[in-house]
């Protein structure tokens, strides 16, 4: 999901423009009038806010419309810092360029995927030949070709829908991509999705590799952040069954949550807090098994007066203004019991 900067919004006295949704009778159909909107000299510039479902849905993008047209350029507005998306891009040979890099007027076609124009401001301005999403339908734009299904899970599946349509068969790593796309974006099928991602997955799965999957997803440390796992281990407290640890200054919240994730697997402790402190920030990281527990409403009551917190039951994030904080400027893991040990004895 890009970050949502707030976007040209139409007021009172302008009509609102409503993208006008195709209804297509059939798969057929769809893939039919979306191939009808490029021709042999089109240059096609594809945007996305890169991540799983995003990448892998402009790479299937590029490979149903490479031989109809001229070139294809998959283009990103957003700098991708988290490792699992790198390692997508670079294991499965994702040909990636940021916006900046390109001349958007070389392109005569531009299509939109994972996002709608008012997601982001880079989107905002340029005219979409295509725009295809999976987000709740949104005003103020149009384009000749759009196909928004709100109830899918993910791009990665509709895309999918397409391939097979064409009787295109994915390779493996396009079928790795779109199987990570999917995952990503239904949270391995925990969050509402429809049948079709269900049946997308089982048809990419016969083709993708499993190793280079795992790979991806198990890409989520970097080698100089190896050292925070020591000071954490030296750090860690434990009090009835909850796990506090305070890595001080991080260089990236990031390697909180990995750590809290990882501090999570142990056996018979309830609640892990893992903290450090990002840009005049304390920022913590809550986990527990969210049986009779809820982090995010703990999250809430802790820290929602002073700063940011939220979450649901089995995870939540808190971000504090160290200035928020009356600690004399010495945060410790003492200080992160002291703060939250309060509200268990209520
Ligand atoms: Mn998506």
Redesign the pocket.
């Given at each position: 999901m890009p970050n949502m900067p707030a976007c040209k919004l139409a007021t009172k006295e302008q009509e609102v423009i409503e993208p006008r949704i195709t209804r297509f009778k059939s798969n057929r159909e769809r893939v039919k009038t979306l191939l009808s909107q490029f021709k042999k000299e089109d240059r096609v510039l594809i945007l996305i806010w890169a991540d799983p479902?995003?990448m892998a849905s402009a790479l299937a993008m590029k490979r149903l419309i490479r031989q109809r047209v001229s070139e294809v350029t998959i283009a990103h507005v957003n700098e991708i810092r988290r490792l699992n998306n790198l390692a997508m891009a670079q294991l499965l040979k994702i040909p990636l360029v940021k916006l900046r890099q390109v001349k958007a007027s070389e392109y005569n076609k531009k299509v939109l995927i994972?996002s709608q124009p008012p997601h982001n401001a880079e989107f905002m301005k340029f005219n979409f030949d295509v725009v295809i999403d999976?987000h709740p339908i949104s005003n103020g734009w149009d384009a000749p070709f759009i196909d928004i299904r709100p109830e899918y899970g993910?791009?990665s599946s509709m895309m999918t829908e397409y391939l097979r349509t064409l009787k295109v068969k994915p390779a493996v790593t396009l079928a790795t991509a779109l199987i990570y796309g999917i995952k990503t974006?239904t949270n391995n099928f925990e969050k509402e999705c429809t049948i079709q991602d269900v049946l997308c997955f089982q048809y990419l799965f016969k083709r993708m590799n499993r190793h280079l999957l795992h790979k991806i997803e198990a890409s989520t440390i970097r080698r100089a952040e190896l050292k925070y796992f020591r000071k954490a281990l030296e750090e860690v407290k434990v009090r009835k069954q909850r796990l506090f640890s305070h890595l001080g200054k991080v260089p990236n919240p990031d390697i909180l949550v990995v750590i809290a994730d990882f501090l999570n697997h142990v056996h018979e402790i309830g609640w892990v807090f893992v903290s450090g402190e990002y840009r005049d920030r304390l920022v913590v990281i809550i986990r527990c098994d969210g049986y009779r527990k809820d982090a995010g409403k703990l999250a809430q009551r802790v820290f929602g007066k002073i700063g940011f917190a939220g979450g649901h039951r089995e995870k939540a994030r808190a971000e504090v203004p160290l200035e928020n904080i009356n600690n004399n400027g010495n945060f410790t893991t003492r200080s992160l019991i002291r703060i939250l040990e309060k509200h268990f004895r209520k």
């Open positions: 479902d995003s994972d999976h993910a791009v974006d």
